[in-house]
Nanobody, 121 residues
């Protein structure tokens, strides 16, 4: 069974920084892209950033220049460094990874349980 476990959320003042982590565990064959999304109540989940297995990144315009995505393949972990946080960044943040479990031929998307980030003004 494959799991994604996020950590690092919390309360921070506007202009501050937080780092989120997401570790994949379980019976994993290989991992392709990993990334982060966020969601506020009553709204759709929005894509924020993606990193492929070679470290190439893509960012949504809303976070470009403020958020940095990195990855440790040996630890099967992805990190989201968030800086210059704004109250509008307040949301539940979800990790996503495209994983092929061991003994399975295909890849599928997995999601973490979410971690809350609250930015006070």
């Amino acid at each position: 069974q494959v799991q994604l476990v996020e950590s690092g959320g919390g309360l921070v003042q506007a202009g501050g920084s937080l780092r989120l982590s997401c570790a994949a565990s379980g019976s994993i064959g290989s991992i392709r892209a990993m990334g982060w999304y966020r969601q506020t109540p009553g709204k759709e989940r929005d894509w924020l950033a993606t990193i492929d297995k070679d470290g190439r990144t893509k960012y949504a315009d809303s976070v470009k220049g403020r958020f940095t995505l990195s990855r440790d393949n040996a630890k099967k972990t992805v990190y989201l460094q968030m800086s210059s946080l704004k109250p509008e960044d307040t949301a539940a943040y979800y990790c996503n990874a495209n994983i092929r479990p061991k003994y399975v031929t295909g890849y599928r998307d997995y999601w973490g349980q979410g971690t809350q980030v609250t930015v006070s003004s």
